[in-house]
Nanobody, 123 residues
Framework: QVQLVESGGGLVQAGGSLRLSCAAS????????MGWFRQAPGKEREFVAA????????SYADSLKGRFTISRDNGKNTLYLQMNNLKPEDTAVYYC????????????????WGQGTQVTVSS
């Protein structure tokens, strides 16, 4: 199965930006639809964004459209999440996820998960 390792999290002030990365290994990355999720303390994990195999099709949580951008580089086996104008409520552990197949998948379909990377936004 595909292995996923996130990086790029950290502490940032409100209004700042971060780019998360997710390095994939073990399988052909371009065969997987990918996504980002996040989980804030005391809350359930929530969907952030998803992308199909070649990056042409994307989907976002309505509340994050315009601030977050998902992308991928199949040549580097890497998924990205560009986060702009960050707010304290964006503080969470961010997870990379994947599922075999080439389309954009809804949240329940993701079966492979990374260990997460912490993003903390200070006010």
């Amino acid at each position: 199965q595909v292995q996923l390792v996130e990086s790029g999290g950290g502490l940032v002030q409100a209004g700042g930006s971060l780019r998360l990365s997710c390095a994939a290994s073990g399988r052909t990355f371009s065969n997987y639809g990918m996504g980002w999720f996040r989980q804030a303390p005391g809350k359930e994990r929530e969907f952030v964004a998803a992308i199909n195999w070649n990056g042409v099709s994307t989907s976002y949580a309505d509340s994050l459209k315009g601030r977050f951008t998902i992308s991928r580089d199949n040549g580097k086996n890497t998924l990205y999440l560009q986060m702009n104008n960050l707010k304290p409520e964006d503080t969470a552990v961010y997870y990379c996820a994947g599922t075999f197949g080439r389309r954009t998948y809804p949240p329940p379909d993701f079966v492979h998960w990374g260990q997460g990377t912490q993003v903390t936004v200070s006010s």
